[in-house]
């Protein structure tokens, strides 16, 4: 049995589980050895599939999106 958080902490990621996104995109599969693939987060919050056999990242799922600063000035009447 692979400890899934030792191998995605070797590769500078967050283990998050399986995820339905990757069922959904139907490449839920390693290309090389046909593990199912699993989900982590880096520490700029992007979300890997990485391999758990391979021990390697396969591609970048989510990318978060930059929220800009938005100020409003109180309305006065």
């Excluded at 049995?1 to 967050?14: T, Y």
């Excluded at 520490?43 to 409003?72: D, L, M, N, V």
Aim: glycine share 10%; net charge positive; hydrophobic share 25%.
């Amino acid at each position: 049995m692979a400890n899934f958080r030792k191998i995605a902490k070797k590769l500078g990621l967050k283990d998050l589980g399986k995820s339905e996104i990757l069922r959904v995109g139907g490449n839920d599969k390693c290309p090389e050895c046909g593990t199912e693939l699993r989900l982590g987060e880096d520490q700029h919050e992007y979300q890997w599939s990485y391999c758990s056999k391979c021990q390697k990242k396969i591609k970048t799922i989510a990318i978060p999106r930059f929220q800009p600063g938005i100020k409003i000035e109180p309305h006065n009447d």
